[in-house]
């Protein structure tokens, strides 16, 4: 069955503390990798598409990188901006379409 | 900058009316989707649409129907809306549907059904 699983379900870190954020995958024939930010109470914004393992895609404190199980969100020195739910989906498995993981709230305190 | 724009944030409705959500996306996408999400449950698919007056089912399309009559414009309609189907509902677009392809979300509509 395709799946998709988010790790940790919540994650609060100190201003400045660097994490990883998981999303381990099981889907034949995968198609992309995608992760997102969610604020509360907004629809998802796009940040990076990972297309094959060992890509790495950078922008700003986040850097995405991708195995052919799992992925990885990874924040450098974050900042209280950087709170907000993050989202991995998954395009392709059996039905061609995107699953999307449950998310990881991230809270960053000053 | 892709924009998809859903006509109301938060809507109201009474047991049994009939509902319509709308939605616009600017890009000349093919791709058209309406997701619903819920606490514990994630975003699940209702309906996409790849194409004017094309629409295919979600994962979870009883108690909803579609309408794309134009490109860029995407609808959801609850027949008779019931109190289950409060819930944050999110309109997509994409181009030219491959599960490759980036989809961009709008800001979300919250409705409360009463």
């Known amino acids: 069955e395709d799946q998709v699983t988010q790790s940790p379900e919540a994650l609060r870190l100190q201003e400045g503390e660097s994490s990883s954020l998981n999303c381990s995958y099981t889907v034949s024939g995968l198609r992309g990798l995608f992760w997102y930010r969610q604020d509360p109470g907004k629809g998802p914004e796009f940040l990076f598409t990972?297309?094959?393992a060992g890509e790495e895609k950078e922008k700003e404190r986040l850097k995405a990188t991708l195995t052919k199980k799992e992925s990885f969100l990874h924040i450098t020195a974050p900042k209280p901006e950087d709170s907000a739910t993050y989202l991995c989906?998954?395009?392709?498995?059996?039905?061609?379409?995107?699953?999307f993981g449950t998310g990881t709230l991230l809270a960053v305190q000053p | 900058d892709v924009k998809v724009t859903q006509s109301s944030r938060y809507l109201v409705k009474r047991t049994g009316e009939k509902v319509f959500l709308e939605c616009v996306q600017d890009m000349d996408h093919e791709n058209m989707f309406w997701y619903r999400q819920d606490p514990g449950l994630g975003l699940r698919l209702i309906y996409f649409s790849y194409d004017v007056k094309m629409k295919e089912k979600g994962d979870i399309p009883e108690g909803y129907s579609v309408s794309r009559e134009k490109k860029e414009r995407f609808s959801l309609i609850l027949e008779s809306a019931s109190t289950n189907q409060t819930s944050m509902y999110l309109c997509?677009?994409?181009?030219?549907?491959?599960?490759?392809?980036?989809?961009?979300f709008g800001e979300g509509s919250w409705l409360t059904v009463v």
């Open positions: 997509a677009s994409s181009s030219p549907y491959r599960a490759g392809n980036t989809i961009y």
């Open positions: 989906a998954v395009g392709g498995g059996a039905t061609n379409k995107l699953i």
């Open positions: 990972l297309y094959s």
